[in-house]
């Protein structure tokens, strides 16, 4: 059996632009159709079971090229899809190591804000003691007491005798505790500890508070 038809005949008509109709004369539907889709008979039920009169043979070579060149295609968009496929892959480790440094970082984040805010409380706390003790000396309900009818002020007394600081008899002064008392009291205790919190001291260590 002698082929009539080229090989690259057959290519140059797949590859071809020129649309082709179907056979409407013989109850077709009358679609236009590229050159492969009118041989295979894609368009309808009638031109997908319809054989050619003649040259039986060649037809039969025209579609195993179609055929081959339908294998080739599918292959070639197989090749496609695993590209693509490694490509999203890959996209999703990416995106994965993205979000489990996100959530380091989020981690991290509450992490400094606990330790900020501890950080704060402290600060807070140790600003209203600076203050409270910077404003000790304005407070003047809790601290004054009343003598003959006078208000005074119990932090001009003595913490042993109990008897205001003056000039010549209380003279007010410091132990190295920072607690004040009268310097006449201290020098006589016979025991030298603080008589606010018990604290060592010297006689050489007393400090005069100066006006």
């Not at 402290?122 to 009818?149: F, I, Q, W």
């Amino acid at each position: 059996m002698k082929d009539t038809v080229s090989l690259d005949g057959i290519n140059r008509c797949i590859d071809s632009n020129e649309k082709w109709k179907c056979h409407d004369d013989v109850g077709g539907c009358g679609s236009e159709l590229s050159f492969s889709e009118s041989v295979v008979g894609s368009c309808c039920e009638k031109a997908a079971i319809r054989l050619p009169p003649t040259e039986k043979f060649e037809f039969v070579l025209i579609v195993n090229r179609i055929y081959e060149r339908a294998r080739k295609d599918e292959d070639i968009a197989e090749e496609k899809v695993k590209d693509a496929k490694k490509e999203v892959a890959n996209a999703k480790k990416v995106l994965k190591f993205a979000e489990d440094k996100e959530n380091e970082a989020c981690k991290e984040l509450e992490k400094k804000k606990i330790w900020r805010k501890k950080v704060q409380k402290r600060s807070v706390l140790l600003t209203k003691h600076a203050m409270k003790e910077e404003n000790s000396d304005l407070e003047s309900s809790d601290e004054l007491v009343e003598v003959d009818g006078e208000k005074e002020n119990k932090k001009l007394k003595c913490k042993v005798c109990f008897e205001l600081f003056d000039d010549e008899h209380r003279e007010a002064v410091l132990t190295t505790c920072g607690h004040k008392a009268c310097f006449k009291c201290l020098s006589s205790l016979p025991q030298k500890t603080c008589p606010t919190c018990r604290a060592d001291f010297t006689e050489d260590k007393i400090l005069k508070i100066f006006d």
